[in-house]
């Protein structure tokens, strides 16, 4: 692949001229063409410069994934606006702090998530700091807004004045309410990375995309949205990602492409009422966002039958797509890895005691270098210092290796990994094992902080429905698989997993559970 040096708004121009009366995006029975989608986001963006934004103004957007959230993208872009995607869970905590620490000047939000609980502009009014930012609702009256030609031909001029290595977006990574991290993304990244996506997955204009993983995730945005300017794709919206949701969309509306993480695929296999829905459409997939073990991927694939689910690694650092298998890989490498460096990317294993580069088959910290490593973190400069070295090498934070085959295998994250008496154990190894229990249905092991030994291994597991399980079954069955040091100290069971709002596990506050649970 031949990297570009386009912007995100050249791309979807060229969409736009490719497939002008093609379907672009849907919302329920509301139907757009790539025609209609760019006259109204050219009534958004005249909008929005007609209220004050400007070239290189940080514009944050608290909203449902929606229509207007796309329409109001696509025009901040046009008028090099900076669009900054957070959470639509935030309070006014969480939104203030954000809003003060990337100097936000408007604040474009969705009426729906202002209720009597949660009055947000209201109290954003009633912050010193933040009560001269301009709020905006999302939903405008776009289409009755008077256009003239004058406007238009302005809009396409400052579009003209924007570069592929200007900011184009940022999005909030975890832990962003202790220390926000706020990671600037440039055209250049999220072109490349979100066109090396779509032809790995030879995505094209016949296929319909299920949005099912929200627009204030790199995932959403540069696997989903972006990927649809490089390939003239249409996308189903939806607002909630529940599996009832989900499958009602990819049923009714006869989605081809699903991408998601793993505990939304595995709530979706383990719907009961399955077999009520007709998921025969389906062809294409990415898996992200943590790992999969075989009998996940197996059960997975099984139950949903998509005949290429592409397991994948990133971060949001990295725009976010470092690694993917190939589209006919064999099916262990589809279980086993999160596939291969894509084109123009660099990745090496440092070794986490003495910092030095090991070699294929040694576990280690991932480093990334390419095309798709962000700007940096905004307002952050010794932060982007710390996470990016002298060489332009991303320190991601992950454990894992490369294996002969140059194929990734991810241990987990670096403050995940658990220190015994000196070893590094990998949680995702004694996770493996343990999964291999036939009455397990989900586990997560963690670490718990003791004295001398500085961390035990606590196994939480999940049963299955119906299943006779103990403590001391699951303790014999990895004393029998693998070294004494790695059988965990205590056996917790659970209902269910706290998890975020993007479907992963909520590790932390796993760990405030189970340390409760174990001092208790």
Not at 12 to 38: G, M, P, R
Not at 179 to 185: E, G, S, Y
Not at 208 to 215: A, D, E, G, K, Y
Not at 433 to 446: R, T
Request: overall charge negative; glycine content about 4%.
């Amino acid at each position: 692949m031949n990297l570009t040096n386009k912007t995100i708004i050249d791309c979807f121009n060229d969409c736009v001229k490719n497939h002008y009366n093609l379907l672009a995006i849907s919302e329920s029975d509301d139907k757009y063409t790539w025609k209609q989608v760019d006259e109204i986001s050219n009534d958004y963006a005249i909008y929005y410069y007609d209220s004050g934004v400007s070239k290189g103004d940080n514009v944050v957007i608290y909203s449902l994934n929606s229509k207007y959230y796309i329409f109001t993208i696509i025009a901040l872009l046009k008028i090099g606006a900076i669009p900054i995607f957070v959470n639509s869970c935030y309070k006014v905590k969480e939104l203030s702090t954000i809003l003060k620490h990337i100097d936000a000047k408007y604040l474009i939000y969705d009426r729906k998530l202002i209720t009597e609980d949660n009055p947000i502009i209201e109290q954003l009014n009633q912050i010193k700091q933040t009560n001269n930012i301009k709020k905006i609702d999302i939903k405008i009256n776009a289409l009755d807004y008077q256009i003239n030609k004058e406007k238009l031909n302005l809009i396409n001029s400052i579009e003209k004045q924007i570069d592929c290595n200007d900011t184009c977006c940022m999005l909030f990574t975890s832990g962003t309410i202790c220390t926000p991290k706020a990671v600037m993304l440039s055209h250049y990244n999220l072109v490349n990375n979100s066109k090396a996506i779509a032809k790995a997955m030879h995505w094209s204009k016949d296929d319909h995309l299920c949005l099912s993983v929200p627009l204030f995730h790199c995932f959403g945005i540069s696997a989903g949205l972006f990927a649809s300017f490089q390939t003239g794709c249409s996308i189903q919206i939806l607002e909630s990602y529940k599996s009832f949701d989900i499958l009602e969309a990819v049923s009714k509306y006869h989605c081809t492409i699903l991408n998601g993480v793993t505990t939304m695929f595995m709530a979706i296999a383990r719907k009961k009422n399955l077999h009520e829905y007709d998921l025969s459409s389906l062809n294409s997939g990415i898996i992200a966002g943590s790992s999969i073990s075989k009998k996940e991927y197996y059960e997975i694939v099984d139950k949903l039958k998509i005949e290429h689910l592409i397991p994948s690694y990133g971060q949001t650092e990295t725009s976010p797509c470092v690694t993917i298998c190939k589209y006919d890989d064999t099916i262990e490498h589809l279980y086993h890895t999160s596939g291969k460096p894509l084109e123009h990317t660099t990745i090496k294993i440092r070794d986490l005691n003495t910092n030095e580069l090991v070699e294929k088959n040694k576990l280690g910290e991932i480093l990334v270098k390419g095309y798709q490593v962000m700007q940096g973190y905004k307002n952050s400069e010794d932060l982007t210092a710390k996470t990016i070295d002298k060489d332009g090498y991303l320190h991601t934070g992950d454990i894992g290796y490369l294996d002969d085959e140059n194929y990734i295998h991810i241990a987990g994250r670096l403050k995940e990994i658990i220190i015994r008496a000196g070893e590094n154990i990998s949680p995702n190894e004694i996770e493996a094992c343990i999964d291999e229990i036939e009455g397990v249905s989900e586990v997560k092991v963690v670490g718990t902080p003791v004295e001398v030994l500085q961390e035990d291994i606590v196994a939480c597991v999940i049963k299955r429905s119906g299943s006779v399980l103990f403590e001391d079954d699951v303790k014999q069955y990895v004393i029998k698989k693998m070294a004494k040091y790695k059988v965990p100290k205590y056996v917790l069971f659970f209902k269910k997993f706290p998890l975020t709002q993007s479907g992963k596990i909520n590790i932390g506050e796993l760990k405030h559970i189970v340390n409760n649970s174990i001092s208790a």
